[in-house]
């Protein structure tokens, strides 16, 4: 039996995204894509009929959007330092059990964006601008200035990267550190 068309698509946006994860948009070929996904190749035609750039593009979305229901449940929390602890102890995991190979979905994708390509684009803006989003609304929630969302992201972004680089989650950790220390500090300050 076929998959049903919604399957296929949802099959192709997972696989898109999982290996875009891994080795970035140019990496990801469409042939790869296929394989990975199981579905079929005219499926792909037809749910994205613009190509490749818009399955990464809807892929790149799936993505933050499921990033954003986990850091959004977790921002929940009554303490924000322990919140964030436990996202950074989530990233930590990731890259160890993936042996520093899945890094953040959209910065794989991000980091090596061409000016043409400008539904991907417009997707890593609109996941970095919802996480920017839920990342303020915690930390007005905490009484801290909502302008440290940039910072935190940013920091953790780049904190990512450098794991993944040094194949070590020290740069994690010590970022970690440093982003609730600064909140702690400033949290103090304010009282």
Same mark, same amino acid.
């Given at each position: 039996m076929s998959p049903r068309k919604s399957d296929a698509k949802a099959k192709l946006l997972q696989a898109t995204s999982a290996l875009m994860q891994k080795q970035g948009y140019a990496a990801t070929g469409l042939e790869q894509i296929v394989q990975e %996904?199981? @579905?079929?190749?005219g499926s792909m035609y037809y749910h994205f009929p613009e190509g490749k750039e818009q399955l990464a593009a809807? *892929? $790149?979305l799936l993505s933050g @959007?499921?990033?954003? !229901?986990?850091?959004q449940?977790? $921002?929940q929390g009554p303490d924000l330092q322990e919140n964030l602890k436990h996202i950074l102890g989530l990233f930590e995991q990731? $890259? &160890?059990q993936s042996q520093y190979t899945l890094g953040c979905p959209i910065a794989s994708v991000a980091t090596t964006l061409q000016p043409e390509q400008h539904k991907l684009q417009q997707a890593c !803006?609109?996941?970095? !601008?919802?996480?920017?989003?839920?990342l303020e609304e915690a930390l007005k929630a905490h009484q801290l200035p909502a302008a440290f969302a940039t910072v935190l $992201?940013? %920091?953790l972004e780049g904190a990512l990267l450098l794991s993944r680089a040094h194949q070590s989650v020290a740069p994690l950790k010590t970022t970690g550190e440093a982003l609730i220390q600064m909140l702690e &500090? +400033? +949290? *103090?300050q304010n009282r």
């Open positions: %996904s199981q @579905a079929p190749k809807e *892929a $790149l @959007a499921q990033y954003t !229901q986990m850091i449940s977790i $921002l990731q $890259l &160890v !803006q609109t996941v970095f !601008q919802d996480w920017t989003r839920l $992201l940013s %920091s &500090v +400033h +949290h *103090a």
